[in-house]
């Protein structure tokens, strides 16, 4: 879970991966807070984020959005504009 801070984007997205893939609960709780806290969240790492919270919890990406957006206060810009568009759908 300390990787998802990491400064290397691919090491991040690769720790979610590896959280969902072992469907961690606590994982999917770390990860949201990195979407949330991360200002260098780039499109990639935050749509993998968003997979891989919804992979954990068996949920739509649109229904995480959702949980995402009620925390709001955003560090990253992108993550408002990646959360936008999924509430749409």
Same mark, same amino acid.
């Given at each position: ?6 400064? #290397? ?45 919804? /992979? ?5 990406? @649109?229904? /995480?959005?959702? #949980? ?8 990253? @810009? /992108?993550?408002?504009?990646? /959360? #936008? ?5």
């Amino acid at each position: 879970m300390n990787a998802l801070s990491h400064f #290397e984007p691919q090491t991040a997205k690769r720790a979610a991966e590896i959280l969902a893939m072992r469907r961690s609960k606590t994982g999917a709780e770390a990860i949201g807070d990195a979407f949330v806290n991360r200002a260098d969240l780039d499109p990639i790492m935050a749509r993998s984020f968003i997979r891989c919270i919804a /992979v954990i919890l068996g949920q739509e990406d @649109a229904d /995480v959005a959702g #949980e995402l957006n009620k925390r709001g206060n955003f560090r990253s @810009a /992108v993550a408002s504009r990646i /959360v #936008e568009p999924m509430l749409q759908s």
